[in-house]
């Protein structure tokens, strides 16, 4: 049986999802504040994580950037305010999907079932390494090193690179990025597609690397470009 850990200070909206989640096929777990939702995650493995970003003690922010060190389980953040500041931190963060209150708890349910869509869709590929020059990208553990440094990527900023890699020199348009990596039934904007690539290459670029650059192609997107 799938498992689930929702964390959220409203007890009703925990209640509610609960009962949506159960009858999804979900054994459920819960916490009410960032602390004890944090222990709760590391204490068990589960396959989806729904986490309200304000929390008493530690807020959903901090817990995500915590479980991410070590875990690529799917994390949905729930918030009562819908800036999009707030919306690209989360997703910066790790986080998979991002809802904003009031919500339907079937969308939710659907938001859920669309991610571990996803996930089983790519669990089913072949082991996949991909090497160019000095950069290594395993999708299988997600780890990215250059030079044998490895690189601290988030999941999506790993599927990402990824993506432009095997592709060398193709441009991609934000909308193929955002289709391709947060699916068709995704309720962002391109501007998470910027936003990503950005904080992927601030992290590439902290080490030394030639003959490989992800270049911005104005005014359509971006490529993998391989240079001599």
């Not at 989806?48 to 304000?54: E, F, H, K, P, Y």
């Not at 859920?112 to 390494?129: E, G, P, Y």
């Not at 250059?146 to 993506?163: H, Q, S």
């Amino acid at each position: 049986m799938p498992s689930m850990l929702i964390a959220d200070d409203n007890r009703q909206i925990v209640s509610v999802l609960k009962e949506y989640a159960k009858k999804e096929g979900f054994a459920v777990t819960v916490a009410f504040d960032g602390h004890s939702a944090l222990d709760k995650a590391q204490a068990a493995s589960f396959d989806m994580i729904l986490l309200d970003v304000m929390m008493p003690g530690m807020d959903g922010f901090a817990v995500c950037r915590e479980i991410r060190k070590h875990s690529n389980v799917p994390i949905i953040m729930i918030t009562a305010r819908g800036e999009d500041f707030e919306r690209i931190m989360g997703l910066d963060i790790g986080a998979d999907d991002y809802i904003v209150k009031p919500f339907s708890p079937g969308e939710v349910m659907a938001r859920i079932r669309a991610i571990l869509r996803r996930i089983s869709q790519t669990d089913d590929t072949k082991a996949q390494v991909f090497a160019h020059k000095n950069l290594v990208v395993n999708l299988d553990e997600y780890i990215t090193e250059i030079g044998g440094v490895r690189i601290p990527l988030t999941k999506k900023e790993t599927e990402l690179l990824w993506t432009l890699g095997t592709n060398k020199n193709k441009v991609f348009s934000r909308d193929n990025l955002l289709n391709n990596l947060w699916g068709f039934d995704y309720f962002g904007d391109t501007r998470t597609v910027d936003s990503h690539i950005k904080r992927l290459r601030a992290k590439l670029d902290k080490i030394p690397h030639d003959g490989w650059e992800i270049k911005t192609i104005w005014g359509v997107g971006y490529k993998f470009e391989v240079t001599p």
